[in-house]
């Protein structure tokens, strides 16, 4: 983001905003509700336009948004069968990641996905799109319907993804979980939290 605003008529949100991402960042943006974090994301995917500045997003980069409320295209296929359609991933594979993903109950492997907890789903798309070769997730939100195994499960996976990572959280648990570079939208300015 170069010299980025973002204003509306009755509200500025940020001014000469500056900020670099590069293909191994980690980095959470923080703020007060309506300081326009999820704004942000949508201007980085497009969503969005800025009102002044540029915004330059490299055009081979595959960008995964994951957004605060999950939605599955069919919740009535199973996880294994989501998982192999979304990765291409062999059934072997796919069941160790399941094990994984749902601390070895195996159960989790023949269910479908409407039968999963909001947790439990979350995980299950951000573990897809990690597995789906993404050079960025962006992820608005996460651990809203949360319980502290799918916070573990899920600050684990996002610290040995290897690509890069934008996350929008209020979540203070799971900030202690990870270990990302904070950065605070406050005063119409997005800076390095310290």
Not at 7 to 20: A, G
Not at 74 to 96: M, P, Q, R
Not at 148 to 164: F, K, P, Q, V, W
Request: net charge negative; glycine share 6%; aromatic share 8%.
């Amino acid at each position: 983001l170069s010299d980025i605003s973002k204003e509306y008529p009755d509200k500025v949100l940020y001014k000469n905003v500056n900020l670099n991402i590069l293909k191994d960042s980690k980095v959470c943006i923080v703020g007060e509700n309506g300081s326009g974090k999820s704004t942000l994301l949508k201007i980085l995917t497009g969503q969005e336009s800025v009102t002044t500045g540029d915004v330059f997003i490299n055009k081979k980069a595959k960008i995964s948004f994951i957004e605060q409320e999950t939605v599955f295209e069919n919740e009535k296929i199973s996880i294994i069968d989501y998982l192999k359609g979304k990765t291409g991933l062999s059934d072997d594979f796919v069941e160790a990641a399941i094990d994984t993903l749902y601390n070895n109950e195996p159960e989790f492997r023949d269910k479908r996905i409407f039968m999963l907890s909001g947790g439990e789903k979350k995980r299950l798309e951000i573990f897809a799109n990690i597995l789906s070769e993404t050079d960025l997730l962006i992820i608005d939100e996460p651990s809203t319907y949360m319980d502290d195994y799918s916070r573990t499960t899920i600050a684990n996976m996002l610290m040995e993804y290897e690509g890069a990572v934008i996350l929008v959280t209020h979540d203070k648990v799971l900030l202690k979980k990870i270990n990302f570079e904070t950065y605070d939208i406050r005063d119409k300015k997005i800076r390095p939290k310290e």
